[in-house]
T-cell receptor
Framework: RKEVEQDPGPFNVPEGATVAFNCTYSNSASQSFFWYRQDCRKEPKLLMSVYSSGNEDGRFTAQLNRASQYISLLIRDSKLSDSATYLCVVNSGGYQKVTFGIGTKLQVIP | NAGVTQTPKFRVLKTGQSMTLLCAQDMNHEYMYWYRQDPGMGLRLIHYSVGEGTTAKGEVPDGYNVSRLKKQNFLLGLESAAPSQTSVYFC?????????????FGPGTRLTVT
């Protein structure tokens, strides 16, 4: 089993739709979780950290389910500008290193 | 405030040639990282540094060397390039360890080895 698994997509959704991505991780000792966004041919940028209690930033909500070992990202009222690849990131081997998922590609359609 | 910069942006090498990728950050970050990104795979850590003068191996260190002589710079060297090293290379830096906080990435270097 891979350390971090994501559905690569693509997820094609209409503007205004709600879309959710999941990411599963294999190391039950993982303590920190992040979602990064990567635009085509650009560098990754932090979208949000994922806290045990869940967190929300505008249209974006991230949640952690430790029992089932997955994190999720919910995007409400999708915009064209949300089109990107969303990378799940989980710490591994202590806090010095993290593992990146392959990313889930989102395409928001007019 | 430029953040993280990388040079060059593009490079084509022939098998066996050597080169150095340069990464610089102006945020006074202690931690710096080199990753490679290949299609269908997540970013993979090559080497990292937790401070000036220190380096450590990541997940895929073979064929690469690094140096961190100054806090703001992290160099990645390819001694004898191989086609398997064709990839996009990203440098990143962070104030806290990568598992504790945000990493800031450079724009990447696209390397092709023929």
């Amino acid at each position: 089993r891979k350390e971090v698994e994501q559905d690569p997509g693509p997820f094609n959704v209409p503007e205004g739709a709600t879309v959710a991505f999941n990411c599963t991780y294999s190391n039950s000792a993982s303590q920190s979780f992040f979602w990064y966004r990567q635009d085509c041919r650009k560098e990754p940028k932090l979208l949000m950290s994922v806290y045990s209690s869940g967190n929300e930033d505008g249209r974006f909500t991230a949640q952690l389910n430790r029992a089932s070992q997955y994190i999720s990202l919910l995007i409400r009222d999708s915009k064209l500008s949300d089109s990107a690849t969303y990378l799940c990131v989980v710490n591994s081997g202590g806090y010095q290193k993290v593992t990146f998922g392959i990313g889930t590609k989102l395409q928001v359609i007019p | 405030n430029a953040g993280v910069t990388q040079t060059p942006k593009f490079r084509v090498l022939k098998t066996g040639q050597s080169m150095t990728l340069l990464c610089a950050q102006d945020m006074n970050h202690e931690y710096m990282y080199w990753y490679r990104q290949d299609p269908g795979m997540g970013l993979r850590l090559i080497h990292y540094s937790v401070g000036e003068g220190t380096t450590a191996k990541g997940e895929v260190p073979d064929g690469y060397n690094v140096s961190r002589l100054k806090k703001q710079n992290f160099l990645l060297g390819l001694e004898s390039a191989a086609p398997s090293q064709t990839s996009v290379y990203f440098c990143a830096s962070s104030y806290l360890a990568s598992g504790r906080g945000e990493q800031y990435f450079g724009p990447g270097t696209r390397l092709t080895v023929t």
